[in-house]
């Protein structure tokens, strides 16, 4: 299975994909979206919707995975970056794919076995599993990765979008 892994944001959005053989991962590619700060916001998420659908026309994932938002004390960004998501999700609903949603604290209880790990072991277990010589950057990239590798370990995919909890 090909898993396209996405750490969404409006800067910056990281993407990456990997193929699963049963519990083995190898990595197809990743890197991450950015857009210009000059920029104004239906053109940013226009330049992240295009380059997403090129990724996903040139990798061809069988699924994607998300990360959720983590509600933080900014709105006004929260709200942004959840713009982002929601461009995100268009792109993988329109190429036909099955779009999954992991929390924060899932991705980390998936990759490291404990929620409240910290960034820097989140990364070195990426790296880790994926048998790469170094961390990958920026940490957006390292992040998507991460939700690529959580959604396979996750047996029963139970986190699909817009299916019933």
Do not use: W
């Not at 944001?9 to 991450?32: K, R, T, W």
């Amino acid at each position: 299975m090909r898993i396209l892994g996405i750490d969404p944001g409006y800067a910056i959005l990281g993407y990456g994909i990997i193929e699963q053989h049963h519990n083995h991962y190898s990595v197809c590619g990743y890197g991450a979206i950015t857009t210009d700060a000059g920029l104004d916001m239906p053109n940013r998420l226009k330049n992240l919707y295009s380059e997403l659908m090129e990724i996903i026309t040139e990798y061809k994932p069988d699924v994607v995975a998300i990360e959720a938002l983590f509600f933080n004390k900014n709105t006004k960004t929260a709200l942004l970056v959840g713009q982002a998501r929601g461009v995100a999700i268009l792109c993988g609903a329109n190429s036909g794919l099955s779009v999954f949603d992991y929390t924060p604290l899932q991705v980390k209880q998936g990759i490291v076995g404990y929620g409240r790990a910290d960034k820097k072991q989140v990364q070195v277990m990426v790296k880790t599993i994926l048998n790469l010589s170094e961390v990958p950057k920026p940490d957006d990239t390292a992040d998507a990765l991460a939700v690529a590798i959580c959604h396979g370990h996750s047996a029963q995919y139970q986190n699909k979008i817009g299916q019933n909890k």
